[in-house]
């Protein structure tokens, strides 16, 4: 199976990161998506294919300001928006 997620936008309010790190964050929650849609593949009422304008996953407590843990939180929230738990 084949799964194509486009996100055109991710919205952090209050979040300030340089460029560098703003890559590491994007790459983390490229990575941990890709990982959790290959383990866990797609929850059964999106297998037929969706387009979602908006999916709200959630707030996260952010405690440290560290992209590439925040990345994988994103993406664990995310997941869980799109149906899994």
Do not use: C, W
Not at 4 to 28: A, E, N
Not at 58 to 85: C, F, K, S
């Amino acid at each position: 199976m084949n799964i194509k997620l486009h996100i055109d936008r991710l919205v952090l309010d209050g979040l300030d990161f340089p460029p560098d790190q703003q890559q590491v964050l994007q790459t983390s929650v490229v990575n941990e998506l890709t990982r959790l849609l290959g383990e866990g593949g797609l929850a059964p009422h999106l297998a037929g294919g969706i387009a979602l304008v908006r999916l709200s996953a959630g707030d996260i407590q952010v405690t440290d300001n560290r992209p590439a843990q925040l990345g994988r939180q994103i993406a664990q929230l995310v997941y869980g928006g799109m149906g899994h738990e």
